[in-house]
C-alpha cells in the first residue's frame, strides 16, 4: 500500500508540472484572446447529443427586479444596468450507442427529440454554469464535464453561458444565467421543452461559475421572499423557483485571495494557481480599451465598489440571507479558494442550510480537468453524478467535511475549522475582505502592480 500510495503522489506531482504549464499559458493570454478562444467551435466526443439553443430575451421586468435587488440588498453601490439579450445554451444528454458526427444532418430540434430516445423521464435536469474567471469559458469547453452528469444521472444537463468581461461588467454576468434558468422553468414559445418543475433542477458549477450560480440562489431567496409575481415570456413564474439543491466542483469565491488561506502551505504545493494577483500579470493586458478598460477600473469583472455587493461576492451575505435555500453539496482540492468556500458554507449552515464539503487530498484546482489521469479525478466526478442524484430525491446530507484520500478514495472525516464557526468569527473575516478589497488599486497598463497582494 506504501508503495501504491507513493507512485500516486509520484505521478500527480509530474502531472502537476505540466499543469501549471498550461495553466500559465492561458494566464499570460492577453483578455480579448481568451473571450474569443470561448467562442471557437468544439467537437462532440464520446457517447453524448448536444441540441445547442438560443432563448430570447425575455421582459424588462426581469431586469427591473434584478435592479431593485441590488439595492434593496446593498443600496449606495453604482453599477452598469446591464441590458437583457438572448440566453444562449446546448442541451447535453446520454447518446446509447451514438458517437461522433453521426447526427450532422440534424437540425438542433431534430437532435433535442433524439435526446429523449436516450434519458429517462424522470431524472434530473441539471442547470449548468461554467467558469473561466468570467474572461473565458463555454458550455463546449465542460462537455467533459457536461457529457459525464448526462451520463451519471441518464438525463439532461442543459449548460448555458454568459457575457464574458472586461467588456461586460457585472450584473450582466447574472443577468444572463437568470434569463437562462428562468427559460427552463417557463419556456417562450417554440422551445424545444415543456416547462421544467423547480423541484426537477439541479444547480451545477465549477470556479467562478460556482459564485455566479450562489449569487443566482441568493436572487432567488430574495425574490422567494417577495412573493412578488414575475411574468417570463408571456405568462407568470410558478409559485416554487428554488432548485433541488447545488452540486460545485472546485467553487472559486472573487475575493478568496484576501483570506490568508490562500497563502497556507498546502495550496502552495498543490494548486495551479499563484500568488500573483491574476488581475495585475502584464501578460493580461491587452490593447487600449479592453483592459485596461476605458477610463480604467480595479477588477476586470466590475468596480471594486461593486465587488463588495453580496450579489457578486456572496461570502458577505449574512446567515439569515440563505435561510430556506436547498442542500449545498461541493467538491474542492487541497488549492487556494478551499478556505473561502468553507467559511460561506460554515456561515450558510447557521442559516439553517444542509452542507456538505468533500477535499480532495493532493488535488489543485479543477483537478478533474487539469490532472485527468489522476484516480482523483474520475472519482470527483463520480461523487458529483452522486450528489446531483442525491439532492434530486431529496436526501438530506450530512453537514460534513471530509477528506478524499489520494491513494485509496477512502473518505476520512475532518470536521469543520473552528476559525469559521461562530458569527463574530465570519463578521471579523468579512471585514477583512473589505479592508483588502477597499485597497485594490486602479489597474492602468503594463508596469503596474507586479507585487504579491
Known sequence: M????????????????????AWAKGV?????????WATLPREVK?????????????????????????????????????????????????????????????????????????????????????GGAYTSGSPAQVRLTTGRLALATHGRVFATTYRLAPSHTMPAQLLDILSAYFALLN???????????????????DSCGASLSLSLLAFLLHLTRQSQPLQIHGRPLPQSILPA?????????????????????????????TEENPLYYSGRCDEPGTWPTNPPREHWLCSKCLLLHPLTEPMLLPEESWTGAPPVWIAVGE????????????????????????????????WHVMLPQSPSAPEGLKRLGN??????????????????EEATMRERDMGWSIEFQ????????????????????????????????
Open 2 to 21: 506504501a508503495s501504491e500510495k507513493f507512485r500516486v503522489v509520484r505521478d500527480r506531482q509530474w502531472a502537476l508540472v505540466n499543469a501549471r504549464k
Open 187 to 205: 419556456p417562450p414559445p417554440n422551445a424545444f421543452h415543456s416547462p421544467i418543475p423547480a423541484h426537477r433542477v439541479v444547480i451545477v458549477a
Open 245 to 273: 439543491g447545488c452540486a460545485f466542483i472546485s467553487p472559486f469565491l472573487n475575493s478568496c485571495h484576501h483570506l490568508p488561506h490562500f497563502f497556507h502551505p498546502a495550496p502552495r504545493e498543490h494548486d495551479v494557481l
Open 46 to 130: 464520446g457517447p453524448i447529443l448536444i441540441s445547442q439553443v438560443l432563448f430570447p430575451a425575455p421582459e424588462d421586468e426581469l431586469q427591473q427586479l434584478l435592479f431593485r435587488a441590488l439595492d434593496e440588498i446593498d443600496d449606495g453601490r453604482s453599477y452598469q444596468r446591464s441590458q437583457l439579450v438572448p440566453a444562449r445554451g446546448e442541451w447535453v444528454s446520454p447518446w446509447l450507442g451514438g458517437h461522433g458526427k453521426a447526427t450532422d444532418g440534424f437540425n438542433e430540434q431534430e437532435k433535442y427529440v433524439e435526446q429523449e430516445k436516450h434519458v429517462q423521464q424522470d431524472s434530473a435536469i441539471v442547470f449548468y454554469v461554467h
Open 28 to 36: 499570460e493570454a492577453p483578455l480579448s484572446s481568451l473571450n474569443r
Open 387 to 404: 450528489a446531483v442524484t442525491t439532492l434530486y430525491h431529496h436526501q438530506a446530507l450530512d453537514n460534513r467535511r471530509v477528506a478524499i
Open 335 to 366: 488549492e487556494r479558494g478551499a478556505a473561502a468556500m468553507e467559511l460561506l458554507l460554515a456561515n450558510m449552515a447557521r442559516g439553517g442550510v444542509q452542507v456538505h464539503m468533500e477535499v480532495f487530498e493532493g488535488m489543485c484546482h479543477l
Open 422 to 453: 461562530t458569527k463574530q468569527q465570519w463578521l471579523a473575516w468579512v471585514e477583512m475582505v473589505k479592508e483588502k478589497n477597499n485597497k485594490l488599486p486602479i489597474f492602468e497598463g503594463l508596469d503596474m502592480h507586479k507585487g504579491r497582494l
